[in-house]
C-alpha cells in the first residue's frame, strides 16, 4: 500500500506540472480528488471479484439485467475500479469512435433538419464525483434524492471528453444538436451554465422534464423525440447512458449505448 501511494502521488505530482493551462489543472485536481475519496477501490491486497460483477455489468449493458436497484455490495469496488480507471475511458472512447466514423458516413439532407439526441447524465456530462463519494459508494447505497439534487444544482459536473468529441463532430458536420434530460424543469439555469462551461455551448433544444411530463423515463423520451419528428426533423442519431435513453418511439436512425453500471432508470 505505501509503495502504491507513493507511486500516485509521484504521477499526481508529474500531471499536474505537466497542465498547460488553468482548466488542465483544475480537471487533475478532480480527478486527485476521485481517488482521494475512494483510495483503496480496487487496490493491491483488495480482492475484485472479476468473474462474477464482470458477468452482472456485462448483463445490464445489454438490458438483459432490468429493474435493478443497487450496485450489489460485493461489486462495489469493482465498479469503483472500472469507473475510475482506464477501462471506462477507453469504453468511452470506442462508443465514440463508432459514432463518428457513423456520422462522418451520413447523407445528410442539407436542409437544417438534420438532429443527434445526446442525454445529459452519464453521456455528455459525468456524475463520477458525486458518485465517487462514500455516502454513494458508486451506486451501492440506496439513491439520496435531496443530495444528488444538491449535487447537480452546483453545476460542477465535468465533461465526458470522448462524448464531447462527437458533439463537436456532428456540429462540424452540420447536424443540429438536441438535449433530453430526465432532470427537472427547475435546474435548467444550472444546467445550461454546466454545459456551457464544460464545452457545449450550442445546442437546437434542451429538453427538461416539466410538471405535466408523465409517466416511465421511456415513455417520457420518446414523446420528446416524437414532438422532434412531427416538427420534421429527422434524428440521425441518439446517444444516452441508459436503455431507456435508446428505446421506445423514434429512437433515431443509429443509436449509442454510453457505458453506465452506476445505476438504472426505467
Known amino acids: 500500500m505505501r509503495s502504491f501511494t507513493i507511486l500516485f502521488f509521484f504521477a499526481t505530482t508529474v500531471a499536474v506540472a505537466l497542465a498547460s493551462t488553468s482548466d488542465d489543472v483544475e480537471a487533475i485536481s478532480q480527478v486527485v480528488e476521485i481517488h482521494r475519496l475512494r483510495p483503496q477501490t480496487g487496490s493491491a491486497g483488495h480482492r475484485v471479484p472479476q468473474l462474477d460483477c464482470l458477468s452482472?455489468?456485462?448483463?445490464?449493458?445489454?438490458?438483459?439485467?432490468?429493474?435493478?436497484?443497487?450496485?450489489?455490495?460485493?461489486c462495489e469496488d469493482y465498479v469503483g475500479h472500472y469507473m475510475l480507471g482506464k477501462q471506462y475511458r477507453r469504453d468511452c472512447e470506442y462508443v465514440a469512435k463508432v459514432a463518428i466514423e457513423y456520422a462522418k458516413g451520413l447523407n445528410l439532407g442539407g436542409d437544417?433538419?438534420?438532429v443527434w439526441v445526446f442525454d445529459i447524465d452519464?453521456?455528455?456530462?459525468?456524475?463520477?464525483?458525486?458518485?465517487?463519494?462514500?455516502?454513494?459508494?458508486?451506486?451501492?447505497?440506496?439513491y439520496n434524492n435531496t443530495k444528488f439534487n444538491e449535487w447537480m444544482g452546483e453545476g460542477k459536473l465535468p465533461a465526458i471528453?470522448?462524448?464531447?468529441?462527437?458533439?463537436?463532430?456532428?456540429?462540424?458536420?452540420g447536424i443540429k444538436t438536441v438535449f433530453?434530460?430526465?432532470?427537472?424543469?427547475?435546474?435548467?439555469?444550472s444546467r445550461i451554465a454546466n454545459l456551457k462551461k464544460a464545452g457545449y455551448s450550442n445546442w437546437l433544444k434542451l429538453v427538461l422534464k416539466g410538471e405535466n411530463d408523465h409517466g416511465s423515463a421511456v415513455e417520457y423520451k420518446s414523446s420528446k423525440r416524437t414532438e422532434l419528428v412531427k416538427a420534421g426533423y429527422r434524428i440521425v442519431g441518439n446517444m444516452g447512458d441508459q436503455w431507456s435513453d435508446l428505446i421506445g418511439q423514434n429512437p433515431g436512425a443509429r443509436t449509442f449505448k454510453v457505458p453506465d453500471p452506476m445505476y438504472y432508470i426505467g
Open 56 to 74: 452482472w455489468r456485462l448483463a445490464l449493458e445489454t438490458n438483459n439485467l432490468r429493474d435493478w436497484k443497487l450496485v450489489p455490495s460485493a
Open 112 to 114: 437544417g433538419k438534420d
Open 122 to 142: 452519464e453521456t455528455t456530462l459525468s456524475n463520477l464525483p458525486y458518485f465517487a463519494r462514500c455516502d454513494v459508494a458508486f451506486g451501492a447505497i440506496p
Open 161 to 173: 471528453p470522448s462524448i464531447l468529441g462527437v458533439y463537436k463532430t456532428v456540429l462540424s458536420l
Open 180 to 189: 433530453i434530460t430526465g432532470a427537472r424543469e427547475n435546474f435548467r439555469q
